[in-house]
């Protein structure tokens, strides 16, 4: 199986900044894309972003200029930058992987734990 665990996460005061990284081991196909989503308490979990194998993004309004994902395939690695951030930023943010359409759709092949993202007032 693959495993993704996500590292970074943190208490951060508002407009600061976090770098989450993402770990994944196990088989997985190049062709997969990484993401992340979260999920704030009484809220929906939502696509925050997505990279494919050639590195092409994806990102959601609320974090268009402020996230940028990346990856590393050799180290089968993502990584999400996330600069100037709002309290409504606060969500468990979890790492995924899928084919595309999987990944769009809420339901990955895989998921990780998670990681609290908690930004300050």
């Known amino acids: 199986q693959v495993h993704l665990v996500e590292s970074g996460g943190g208490l951060v005061q508002a407009g600061g900044s976090l770098r989450l990284s993402c770990a994944a081991s196990?088989?997985?196909?190049?062709?997969?894309?990484m993401g992340w989503y979260r999920q704030a308490p009484g809220k929906q979990r939502e696509l925050v972003a997505a990279?494919?194998?050639?590195?092409?993004?994806n990102y959601r309004d609320s974090g268009k200029g402020r996230f940028t994902i990346s990856r590393d395939n050799a180290k089968n690695t993502v990584n999400l930058q996330m600069n100037s951030l709002k309290p409504e930023d606060t969500a468990v943010y979890s790492c995924?992987?899928?084919?595309?359409?999987?990944?769009?759709?809420?339901?990955?092949?895989?998921w990780g734990q998670g990681t609290q993202v908690t930004v300050s007032s």
């Open positions: 990279i494919t194998d050639g590195g092409s993004t």
């Open positions: 196990g088989s997985i196909f190049s062709r997969n894309v």
């Open positions: 995924v992987t899928g084919p595309l359409s999987t990944v769009v759709a809420g339901i990955p092949d895989y």
